[in-house]
């Protein structure tokens, strides 16, 4: 399971998920605390986050299991750039800087719009090349869509972990439907021949096990909080004065105990997720750099 499982000879969970937070107050991705009438920007300012950790343990105590959410249905960080007016791309300053897609089957068009909400997380190269996408991303559900709105895009669930994932699977998903694309075009240019071969019956079993992956990389496995579990997680202290100043604080309360119990959820979890799509995903060999565990933000 990656960087969510805790090895004792891999600090992948001290680099990935003990620092991470999803904070709430970029434009679009504001969250209303529980308490009546006050905005997260409080009205001191002040801004407030929620730990990835504790989002994490708290579906652990839960024993809450990862279920199937069409990917479409959800809102991860970057896609305000495609709802919001104003709103740019945080790395670029803008949306034009899109480098070259490198891949025939993935149209120019498709590829900007991919790059637009994801160029920021296709850009960090050692999360993205640790990255497996059968590890189950954390969603809140917007209680009522488009009502009451916990994103901005007004959809059905506001991703609080695992966007570098869910980029993974759109780019994987936009290469198959280019795929598939090319391979029903190639079977309706043999169609006007009137003839039938061998090679057409392959065509076709071809095309059916490329719709099958297309529509199972549609649907992930992921797990999911109610609103109000995501807003009592909500803090704004300083992170590098309080939880995360060294690794030793990170790592207090991570005790021998903790580590089976977590682990053993989170095999659940993958159990889980084989049964669902019979998938698998090997990140052993994935080579990491960084030795900093400072806050990353924007999950």
């Known amino acids: 399971a990656g960087d969510s499982i805790i090895n004792q000879e891999d600090d992948s969970f001290f680099r990935w998920v003990l620092p991470a937070r999803h904070t709430t107050w970029h434009p679009g991705w504001e969250v209303p605390l529980p308490q009546p009438n006050t905005n997260v920007t409080g009205v001191d300012g002040e801004k407030y986050y929620a730990r990835v950790f504790d989002l994490l343990n708290w579906s652990r105590k839960q024993n809450s299991l990862p279920v199937p959410v069409d990917v479409s249905s ?12 104003g709103v740019t791309n945080r790395i670029d300053g803008n949306n034009n800087d899109v480098p070259p897609t490198h891949n025939e089957f993935i149209p120019d068009e498709k590829w900007s719009n991919l790059w637009n909400t994801c160029g920021e997380k296709f850009r960090s190269t050692n999360r993205i090349s640790s990255s497996c996408i059968d590890i ?6 917007n209680p009522n869509p488009p009502l009451i709105v916990n994103n901005p895009c007004h959809l059905e669930y506001r991703m609080v972990d695992g966007a570098h994932r869910i980029c993974l699977r759109k780019y994987l998903l936009t290469l198959l439907t280019g795929e598939l694309a090319e391979l029903e075009e190639e079977l309706v240019e043999g169609e006007k021949s009137h003839t039938h071969s061998t090679a057409d019956d392959k065509l076709y079993a ?3 096990e490329k719709q099958r992956l297309v529509h199972r990389t549609m649907h992930g496995m992921f797990l999911v909080m109610n609103q109000t579990t995501f807003q009592s997680m909500l803090m704004s202290s300083d992170p590098y004065t309080s939880w995360a100043r060294d690794k030793e604080n990170l790592m207090k309360g991570i005790t021998a105990e903790f580590q089976l119990e977590w682990n053993k959820w989170m095999l659940g979890v993958m159990d889980r997720v084989e049964e669902s799509k019979n998938g698998y995903c090997d990140n052993s060999s994935s080579d990491f750099s960084r030795n900093d565990a400072m806050p990353s933000e924007d999950l």
């Open 206 to 208: 071809t095309i059916q």
């Open 74 to 85: 959800i809102c991860h960080k970057g896609m305000e750039t495609q709802y919001m007016n």
């Open 136 to 141: 189950p991303g954390l969603l809140v559900v």
